[in-house]
Structure formats: C-alpha cells, structure tokens
C-alpha cells in the first residue's frame, strides 16, 4: 500500500477515479487511432479519388482498387502484429512504427502518374504501418482494466469514428486549396501528432508486459488453447458474417439509396448519420458491456441490422433511411469494443495480440467477399434487394451465434481462473 510522508497509507487510486493512470493511456490511445493507418491509409482514400482521376486521367475502378488492396494487406499482416505485441510489448511495436509511418505518408507527395507504383504504395503503407492498427492500442488499453473495461475500450475505439469525421475536414480543405500532393503531406502532420502522446503515456500495466520476449509471467491462457475453445471458435464465425455484412453496407450505402430514389445530397447526409452513430455505438456499447452480458449487447444490436437490412432491401426512403443508417452505424461501432472486451475476459492478456489479429484477418476477408458479394448479386437480379436479404439471413445467423456464446458459459472459463463476474 502507497503511504504519505507522515506514514499515514494512502488511498489506492482505482480505475472509478479520473486519476488513475489508465484513463491518460486511454485518452493516448484515443487521439493515436485518431490518425493512424485505420483512418490514414483507409478511410481518407476517398478525399483523393476525384483529384487523382482529374490528374493522372485514371478511372474511378483504378484508383478505388487501393481500398481492397489495403483490406488484403490488413488481413495478412495482422496476425504478424499479433504476435509482435504479444512477443515484446505493444509499445515496442508502437514508437518505431509512428515515424515510419509518417515518413511513407508524406513520400506519397512524389506519387508519379505509374498505377503499379500507386498499388505498391497501398501495400507499403499498412506494412509498414504495422504496429499502429488499433490492435495495439486496445491491448495496452486492456492490460489497464477490469471493473471499467467496456468502457475504457469505448472511448479509445471512439478515436477511430473522431477521426474520420475530422480527417475530412481538415484534409479535404488543404486539398481545395493546395492539391492532392499537400493532402498527404498535411495527413502525415497529423500522424507526426501521436507520437509526443505514444511516447509519454502509452505502456502496457506492469505485470502485463512480455519479459525479454517470453510471455509465460504474463496472465491468461496460451494462443494454442485459446483456439482450440468454443468460444474462439465462435467468435470466428461471429466476425466473418460482420465483415461481410458491414463493410459491403458501407461502401455501396450511397448508390443503394440512390438507386432508391434518395437525392445525392441527402444520401450523404446519411452516410454522416451513420458516421455519427458508429462512435455513438463505441461509447455506448463500451459503458454497457461493463454491466450486461457483452455477447447479449451484441446480439441486439446485430438484430437492429437484421430489421435495417431489410428495411433497405425493399426500397425504404423518407425519414426511415436516417434509422436504417443509425442501426448499421452501432453494429460498426460496437464490434471491435465487444471483441477487445471478449478477448480479455475469455483468455486473458498472454496470447491477446495474436487471437486478436487472427480474427482480424478473418474480419477484412469477409469484408472483401461482402464488398464483391453485394454488387455481384445486383448485377445478377437487377437490384440490391436479393443480396441484402442474404445479409438480413446472415445477421440472424449471426445473431444466433452470438446467444449460444452468451449460453456457453461464464467468461473466463478458457483455462484461467474468472478475471470478473459478468457473464459473456
């Protein structure tokens, strides 16, 4: 126990109060998902799809192609993050990965009008990107917590949905005003910006650190026990059917309301309502799971997208599209607070960063096939409506999937001793 200078002890500082230490990690982490390779290399490809078809002449399928390129090189290169920050330590990975990273951004301003040399880049850039994908930075985040985990994922995932409302802003006025070229430069000032934060307040909880590259002082179960459990296997089908659903209802959202009769201006209206109710969905879901069953949390939130994918698939229009639009947003920001949050109380921290990046990778090859899939099925019947009823079957799937993970047992079953009382 802490004692004061007159030997009087003192009070031990819990996570309920705003001045243990996790919460500045938190806060850390948040601003570092802000600007990392997530919205960096993902979700502000689209503010330099119109400027590169203006100055290289390529077509919108060209350049759009990075998207998919960069969901492949996510999917291969997230086990390998894994098992880097379950090997030496998530801030290991993290400081030399920050600089790196921000060099490759700003090198995109010599970008030459070559496609092969576009596409090489797109794979360049989440490689070396590596050690700042959000897996990282939850896995500090989790060493921190216990009573206050959901929420303490919450509201570092929330850093992600921040910052692809502000990269736009930001970003896309230094492109009006000085071109595609000062956009990369001005994205890679921003990464630069997470640095001083890593740097002085991003370390993992002491006892939960990897010792010179050994793992076994550190609590929870090994990788190889982890994956042989229902509950790892079931989460491997949880997240598959959420890949595929979610990021082909992001990317064709626009078009399929167009096709509906929604003016353009609207429909990006409610693109930015889903943008909204995605971090609402991270904070929301974050301060819930900490009380309720995590899986059951999930559960109802993916049969809102059930009842929206439906909605969708028969041409809804009027006021009901903003609903639709908020539904898919809280499954998006759910999904990876209830994973980080399972992943913990299940197995523990030992083999977190590898189960991590394996459902990762399967998470981004869903979403690949659901981004192929929908369109594919469009082009087949005429409309959108055959493949998101296929979507609106899969989220009950999923649905199902996620109450018999919930009937499976108390979490932290998986060959560890309980880390808390909710039930998963």
Known sequence: MN??????????????????????????????MMFGPSTVAVLSLGLFIRPLELDFGWSRTQIALASSIVSYTVMLVSPLQGYLTDRFGARAVILPCIPLFCVAVALMYFLPPVPWIYYAAWIVLPVIG????????????????DKRLGLAIGIANAGIGIGGAVIPLVIGTVIAQQGWRAGFVGLAVLVALTLPAAFFFIREKPGTEPRKGKTEGVPGVDFHVAVRSRQFKLLIGIFMLLGVINTALIVHQI??????????????????????????????????????SAALVMCVLVIGGTFACTLYAYGVTGDVVFLCAALLGMVLGAEFDVLSYLLKRYFGMRAFGKLYGVIFAIFQFGAGAGAALLPIMRQASGSYRSGLLTFSAATLICALLLVMLHLGGRIGQVG?????????
């Open 130 to 145: 590596i050690g700042i994908f959000p897996l990282s930075y939850l896995r500090v985040v989790s060493s921190w917590f």
């Open 3 to 32: 004692t004061l200078s007159t030997g009087t002890p003192a009070a031990i500082v819990g996570e309920e109060s705003w001045r243990y230490r996790g919460w500045a990690v938190v806060l850390a982490s948040m601003l570092a």
């Open 416 to 424: 560890t001793r309980p880390q808390h009382s909710s039930i998963g």
């Open 255 to 292: 078009p399929m309301l167009m096709d509906a009769g929604v003016t353009p201006q609207r429909a990006a209206v409610v693109q930015a309502t889903f943008g909204i109710f995605v971090i609402v969905g991270r904070l929301v879901t974050g301060l819930l799971i900490d009380y309720v």
